[in-house]
């Protein structure tokens, strides 16, 4: 079966970088589209940036020029370099594959804290 499993996430200081990778097994990722969410105590879970299997790639406003997506066809893994992360920024993310219905991760912890 399909199986996303993210690492990298941790406690991290105001200011500092985590870059969260999501491992796929089971399908073979290229034509999907892939995603990063995430979901804050007591928030909705909501968009962080997504990228087609063409490379295109969104953000949310909040994230836009700090986060970078990308993938790695070969690896069939996806990728989120997170840089001047902010107390904000805490929550649950999420990986996501897209392609006629939605696959996801169990949630890795990121914690932005002094």
């Known amino acids: 079966q399909v199986q996303l499993v993210e690492s990298g996430g941790g406690l991290v200081p105001p200011g500092g970088s985590l870059r969260l990778s999501c491992a796929v097994s089971?399908?073979?990722?290229?034509?999907?589209?892939m995603g990063w969410y995430r979901q804050a105590p007591g928030k909705q879970r909501e968009l962080v940036a997504t990228?087609?299997?063409?490379?295109?790639?969104n953000y949310a406003d909040s994230v836009k020029g700090r986060f970078t997506i990308s993938r790695d066809n070969a690896k069939n893994t996806v990728y989120l370099q997170m840089n001047s992360l902010k107390l904000e920024d805490t929550a649950v993310y999420y990986c996501?594959?897209?392609?006629?219905?939605?696959?996801w991760g169990q949630g890795t912890q990121v914690t932005v804290s002094s």
């Open positions: 089971g399908r073979n990722i290229n034509i999907y589209t």
């Open positions: 990228i087609t299997g063409g490379g295109y790639t």
């Open positions: 996501n594959a897209r392609l006629f219905s939605d696959y």
